[in-house]
């Protein structure tokens, strides 16, 4: 494993690599980190995937990463910027962007902004969008005038009382404290200005995501109105080479590795098209 800083145009960015082979970089989740995710277990789908790089890193105004300058830095077409910026200072050529939550949503607007930069998607519990974003931002916006009214600290009792009345399923309290704790490191203007720049996205417009050719693992949960199963079924609908997975709930992600790993097999720039196979060629 190596760890190393990167500067990037919009600060530090901590970035993680583990494994050889083509690369892949995953983006974690809003208000997460890459110690957040090892923490939580989500980490556990990239582990040790055979023929990978796996490049991980904390994005702009999350965990070790620098702070984002204003809220329009922190909204995920800017997200989208960074990481097409980390692939080009890293060198990595044509990777599989990756990501959960908010890491589907930098990817796609990566994918959308330079589709020849990558080679395939993997999006896992892809947040509201379009329809449903509305109410989620609604969420977002009073949970930055909380912190700017009455702290931090009165967020994060909120966000408690919140997953108390609403459990979500898969989700235990360990996990819960774990992502509280990240939270609890921000500075209430940083914490807010998070909240805002996420109440300001929303996923690429949908005529531009059908555009993209790259082929796509949609991996979907049942029960959770933060990542509803609708988005990730129209996402599936608008890719042309998407593939849907549903699992019942976030316990069932780890079994998703093998699915993730044969996706990997037939995709990226070593998998050939029935076009490409030459009988006579030993390389194809």
Known sequence: MEEREIELASGMTLVRSEGRGRPLVWTHGFLNSIAAEDAIGLSALLRALPGVEVVRYDARGHGRSAPARDDAAQS???????????????????????????????????????????????????????????????????????????????????????????????????????????????????LARLLRGAAASDLPDPARIRELELPAL?????????????????????????????????????????????????????AASAAEIDVYDPDR
């Open 76 to 190: 995920w077409p800017s997200l989208g910027g960074d990481l097409l910026e980390l692939v080009t200072e890293l060198r990595l050529e044509r990777p599989i962007a990756a990501g959960a939550s908010m890491g589907t949503a930098t990817s796609l607007h990566a994918a959308v902004r330079n589709p020849g930069a990558l080679c395939a998607l993997i999006l896992v519990v892809p947040p509201t969008a379009w329809d449903t974003r509305k109410a989620q931002a609604d969420l977002y916006r009073a949970g930055a005038a909380l912190v700017e009214a009455r702290g931090a600290a009165a967020y994060l009792d909120a966000m408690r009382a919140a997953f108390r009345a609403q459990p979500m399923p898969g989700f235990t309290q360990e996990m819960q404290e774990a992502l509280i704790a990240e939270l609890a490191s921000k500075s209430g203007p940083d």
């Open 218 to 270: 949609v991996i979907a949960t049942r029960g959770d109105p933060g990542h509803p199963l609708s988005t990730a079924e129209k996402l599936t609908e608008l890719l042309p080479r998407a593939e849907l997975l549903v699992l019942d709930d976030l316990r069932q992600l780890a079994h998703a590795r093998g699915d993730i790993v044969r996706f990997l097999s037939r995709t990226g720039p070593r």
